[in-house]
């Protein structure tokens, strides 16, 4: 994207376009156009012809606006907004709607505000984007000297410590800006006629007196035609030799010095950095802007919608290749199953069936001896058990229970003693780790011993 700064001076237009890039800036072109016999208009039709890609930001006379700091009992920014209105109808001898206005912050404390307002005659405004307009140019901003200073100073003075003063001198007035730290604390214009330069000097004295805050430099630019005459001028009568700023020190944004304001203009509208204000607002705003922000939204919505029919026809796809291989899976399950089991009529999980039969055909596995794990079945287990029953007593088993490590016995013998002789006779086993006979009593007829061992086997089957 390309930012044109236009400099609008008595006798010639001077223009610095900017080329915009993602995060650095050069120059794509500078050039002047003479402005032949007053005809403006014809001198900005040569100028929009070259100027037809770019964004416009064109300068506004410097005698036609008021420029005054504020220092507000409040820092809330709408609050400001809601009082600016108020403060400049009690300064300037004009209806507050004929005039535009605008602001910008320049400082701001925890209990006040400082701000650079700028006001101008509606008409004044109109006058120049009609004058421009007939030149085949439609400006997207229309800012100021202070403005272009700002930006210049922000660039091309960025280590500058303390208050200084950029002069710009032009072909029939001088622009003052006085900075402290980089932000602009004042502006003042004074036309080339009589003592211009004691006006100068003077209005440097006075912004001293009243901040109480000495200016340690003056730093010049525009017209390089009086340079050794503006610098022992100010010598003479402020004390404080001048120093020309040089625009060749960057690379990349490197201009004669009489392309200052234009230069700075695009500067302003390019970083975004230092004062800045646009005369353009309210039913002078730029139209442009609106259409553009319109087709941009429109391009938007249909990039939008068709980001969205490409989503969803990729999750469609997905869906139906995702729905597709579950039915393959599915149906190969099934067939597994019924495969499997194919005694099973009324199938509801096959996870879950597939286990619980698994789980059975286990048990009967043990039950018939077959080894699970290790060397160990459950007929090996339960014939240990037989071998370990004492010989002379009588014993009858009502249950040999295996699960996992633990085996429970019950059963039936003639004493408790017999009971005692039975518990002895398993724990001698090298199968088993641990045997608890956890019941003995008296059975339904006297002469019988009911009782009940717990074993725990060393490792599990």
Not at 14 to 27: A, Y
Not at 129 to 157: Q, R
Not at 267 to 278: D, M, Q, T, V, Y
Request: charged residues 30%; proline residues 3%.
């Amino acid at each position: 994207m390309k930012v044109a700064g236009i400099d609008i001076d008595k006798n010639v237009i001077r223009v610095v376009e900017l080329q915009k890039g993602m995060r650095t800036f050069s120059v794509a072109g500078s050039f002047s156009v003479p402005v032949q016999n007053g005809n403006l208009p014809e001198a900005l039709k040569e100028v929009s012809k070259k100027i037809a890609d770019a964004e416009v930001v064109a300068s506004f006379d410097s005698r036609d606006i008021s420029f005054r700091t504020l220092n507000l009992p409040i820092t809330d920014i709408k609050k400001i907004e809601k009082t600016i209105p108020f403060e400049v109808e009690e300064l300037l001898p004009f209806p507050i709607d004929e005039l535009i206005i605008d602001y910008q912050v320049l400082k701001k404390g925890e209990k006040e505000t400082t701000v650079g307002i700028v006001a101008a005659k509606k008409e004044r405004i109109k006058a120049q984007i009609e004058l421009l307009s007939a030149g085949g140019i439609d400006p997207k901003v229309i800012n100021i000297t202070p403005s272009a200073l700002s930006a210049i100073a922000n660039h091309y003075l960025k280590d500058e410590k303390g208050v200084y003063a950029v002069v710009y001198h032009g072909a029939s007035d001088v622009d003052i800006g006085i900075f402290e730290n980089g932000g602009l604390r004042f502006f003042r214009n004074i036309p080339l006629i009589g003592e211009w330069e004691r006006d100068v000097c003077n209005t440097l004295y006075i912004f001293q007196a009243t901040v109480r805050k000495d200016i340690e430099r003056i730093y010049l630019c525009g017209s390089s035609e009086k340079d050794d005459v503006l610098k022992k001028e100010f010598a003479s009568l402020c004390g404080i030799e001048p120093v020309q700023i040089d625009f060749s020190k960057d690379t990349e944004i490197r201009v004669d010095t009489e392309y200052a304001k234009a230069l700075g203009l695009a500067l302003r509208e390019a970083e975004g950095k230092g004062f800045g204000i646009n005369l353009r607002k309210g039913d002078l705003a730029y139209k442009k802007e609106g259409a553009e922000t319109k087709k941009r939204l429109r391009y938007t919505i249909i990039f939008g919608g068709i980001v969205a029919f490409l989503l969803i026809l990729n999750l469609s796809v997905k869906y139906y290749m995702v729905e597709s291989r579950y039915l393959a899976v599915t149906n190969e399950i099934r067939r597994n199953f019924n495969e499997a089991l194919p005694d099973v009529k009324k199938i509801i999980n096959e996870e879950q069936q597939l286990k619980s039969a698994a789980a059975e055909a286990k048990k009967k596995i043990r039950l018939l001896g077959g080894r699970i794990k290790g060397d160990v079945t459950a007929l090996d287990l339960f014939k240990e058990v037989t071998e370990r029953m004492p010989a002379e007593q009588k014993v009858i088993l009502f249950e040999f229970s295996l699960e996992g490590d633990k085996i429970r016995l019950s059963g039936e013998t003639t004493s408790f003693e017999a009971a005692d002789k039975i518990k002895e006779g398993l724990s001698k086993s090298s199968f088993f780790k641990e045997v608890t006979l956890s019941d003995a009593k008296i059975g339904a007829e006297q002469n019988k011993i009911k009782f009940r061992i717990n074993i725990t086997l060393h490792e599990a089957i």
